[in-house]
Nanobody, 125 residues
């Protein structure tokens, strides 16, 4: 499966952005989807994931209540709605996919097999 992330840009602190991740290829399989980010000089970190049916979402405390993941399986697209953005949210954001057999939502980078190219989000103070 191929992933294409988009929607990044420059936004002021407190603002919102919605990222999209379009999947193509073998999209009729069950894939959990995750979003990660990597800030300059830092390791890539998990910012949220969604089960293949969309019924389960998980978030780390750093973004809980501000970020929301959703998916439209008919359009094979996953979204990351980011509200209340902070300068520390500045990073390259990546979407990732993992083929699953259940409603699991992995949190570890190593668990995901497919990655998009990343989209840059810059939050100014």
């Amino acid at each position: 499966v191929q992933l294409q992330a988009s929607g990044g840009g420059l936004v002021q602190a407190g603002g919102s952005l919605r990222l999209s991740c379009a999947a193509s290829g073998r999209t009729n399989s069950m894939y959990a989807m995750g979003w990660f980010r990597q800030a300059p000089g830092k390791e890539r970190e998990f910012v949220g994931g969604i089960s293949w049916r969309g019924g389960t979402t998980v978030y780390p405390d750093s973004v809980k209540g501000r970020f929301t993941i959703s998916r439209d399986n008919a359009k094979t697209t996953v979204y990351l709605q980011m509200n209340g953005l902070k300068p520390e949210d500045t990073a390259v954001y990546y979407c990732a996919a993992k083929w699953v057999l259940s409603g699991q939502v992995p949190r570890r980078e190593m668990d995901y097999s497919y990655w998009g190219q990343g989209t840059l989000v810059t939050v100014s103070s």
